[in-house]
Nanobody, 116 residues
Framework: VQLVESGGGLVQSGGSLRLSCAAS????????MGWYRQAPGKQRELVAV???????NYTDSVKGRFTISRDNAKNAVYLQMNSLNVEDTAVYYC???????????WGQGTQVTVSS
Protein backbone atom coordinates (compact mmCIF):
# COMPACT_ATOMS: atom_id res chain seq x y z
CA VAL A 1 0.00 0.00 0.00
CA GLN A 2 1.28 3.45 -0.89
CA LEU A 3 -0.08 6.91 -0.27
CA VAL A 4 2.02 9.56 -1.97
CA GLU A 5 1.36 13.21 -1.23
CA SER A 6 2.42 16.08 -3.44
CA GLY A 7 1.74 19.77 -3.86
CA GLY A 8 3.22 21.18 -0.69
CA GLY A 9 5.56 24.14 -0.68
CA LEU A 10 6.12 27.71 0.42
CA VAL A 11 3.37 30.25 -0.08
CA GLN A 12 2.64 33.73 1.18
CA SER A 13 -0.19 34.43 3.57
CA GLY A 14 -3.43 34.69 1.64
CA GLY A 15 -2.22 32.35 -1.06
CA SER A 16 -3.42 28.95 -2.20
CA LEU A 17 -2.07 25.45 -2.59
CA ARG A 18 -3.56 22.20 -3.80
CA LEU A 19 -2.39 18.99 -2.22
CA SER A 20 -2.77 15.66 -3.95
CA CYS A 21 -2.56 12.13 -2.62
CA ALA A 22 -2.22 9.18 -4.97
CA ALA A 23 -3.17 5.82 -3.50
CA SER A 24 -2.17 2.39 -4.67
CA UNK A 25 -2.59 -1.11 -3.31
CA UNK A 26 -6.04 -0.53 -1.84
CA UNK A 27 -9.63 -0.63 -3.04
CA UNK A 28 -9.70 3.14 -2.97
CA UNK A 29 -13.46 3.57 -3.25
CA UNK A 30 -13.97 1.58 -0.04
CA UNK A 31 -11.87 3.91 2.10
CA UNK A 32 -12.58 7.08 3.96
CA MET A 33 -9.82 9.48 3.00
CA GLY A 34 -8.49 12.21 5.18
CA TRP A 35 -5.95 14.96 5.44
CA TYR A 36 -4.19 15.54 8.73
CA ARG A 37 -1.49 17.99 9.70
CA GLN A 38 1.17 18.29 12.34
CA ALA A 39 2.85 21.56 13.23
CA PRO A 40 6.15 21.66 15.13
CA GLY A 41 5.61 20.87 18.79
CA LYS A 42 1.96 20.03 18.28
CA GLN A 43 -0.06 16.86 17.95
CA ARG A 44 -1.28 15.63 14.62
CA GLU A 45 -4.77 16.94 13.95
CA LEU A 46 -7.54 16.14 11.53
CA VAL A 47 -8.01 18.73 8.79
CA ALA A 48 -10.65 17.22 6.54
CA VAL A 49 -12.18 13.87 5.68
CA UNK A 50 -14.28 12.55 2.83
CA UNK A 51 -16.19 9.30 3.04
CA UNK A 52 -16.50 6.73 0.31
CA UNK A 53 -19.87 8.24 -0.56
CA UNK A 54 -18.49 11.77 -0.72
CA UNK A 55 -19.60 13.21 2.60
CA UNK A 56 -17.09 15.74 3.88
CA ASN A 57 -16.16 17.11 7.26
CA TYR A 58 -13.69 19.80 8.27
CA THR A 59 -12.04 21.05 11.38
CA ASP A 60 -13.44 24.44 12.33
CA SER A 61 -10.28 26.41 11.59
CA VAL A 62 -10.33 25.52 7.88
CA LYS A 63 -14.06 25.63 7.14
CA GLY A 64 -14.76 27.92 4.21
CA ARG A 65 -11.10 27.95 3.17
CA PHE A 66 -10.22 24.31 2.43
CA THR A 67 -12.02 21.84 0.20
CA ILE A 68 -11.42 18.10 0.17
CA SER A 69 -12.38 16.07 -2.88
CA ARG A 70 -11.73 12.63 -4.30
CA ASP A 71 -11.54 11.00 -7.70
CA ASN A 72 -12.20 7.29 -7.35
CA ALA A 73 -11.29 6.68 -10.99
CA LYS A 74 -7.81 8.07 -10.34
CA ASN A 75 -7.42 6.70 -6.80
CA ALA A 76 -6.69 10.21 -5.64
CA VAL A 77 -7.77 12.65 -2.96
CA TYR A 78 -7.15 16.37 -3.02
CA LEU A 79 -7.08 19.26 -0.61
CA GLN A 80 -7.60 22.71 -2.08
CA MET A 81 -6.34 25.26 0.43
CA ASN A 82 -7.24 28.91 -0.01
CA SER A 83 -6.65 31.98 2.13
CA LEU A 84 -3.73 30.31 3.81
CA ASN A 85 -2.30 31.83 6.95
CA VAL A 86 0.81 31.17 9.02
CA GLU A 87 -1.16 28.95 11.40
CA ASP A 88 -1.65 26.51 8.51
CA THR A 89 2.08 25.81 8.41
CA ALA A 90 2.56 22.10 9.06
CA VAL A 91 3.38 18.76 7.53
CA TYR A 92 0.23 17.49 5.86
CA TYR A 93 -0.47 13.76 5.80
CA CYS A 94 -2.85 11.73 3.70
CA UNK A 95 -4.76 8.97 5.47
CA UNK A 96 -6.82 6.04 4.21
CA UNK A 97 -9.12 4.40 6.72
CA UNK A 98 -11.49 1.47 6.57
CA UNK A 99 -13.44 0.12 9.51
CA UNK A 100 -14.30 -3.42 8.49
CA UNK A 101 -11.85 -4.96 8.18
CA UNK A 102 -9.88 -2.30 10.03
CA UNK A 103 -7.18 -0.75 7.87
CA UNK A 104 -5.34 2.48 8.50
CA UNK A 105 -2.65 3.78 6.16
CA TRP A 106 -0.57 6.96 6.09
CA GLY A 107 1.48 8.82 3.56
CA GLN A 108 4.91 10.22 4.22
CA GLY A 109 3.71 13.81 4.47
CA THR A 110 4.27 17.00 2.54
CA GLN A 111 5.45 20.27 4.03
CA VAL A 112 3.29 23.37 3.75
CA THR A 113 4.89 26.61 4.88
CA VAL A 114 2.98 29.87 4.89
CA SER A 115 5.02 33.03 5.26
CA SER A 116 3.75 36.36 6.47
Amino acid sequence: VQLVESGGGLVQSGGSLRLSCAASGIIFSAYKMGWYRQAPGKQRELVAVITSSGTTNYTDSVKGRFTISRDNAKNAVYLQMNSLNVEDTAVYYCNAFRLLPRRDYWGQGTQVTVSS
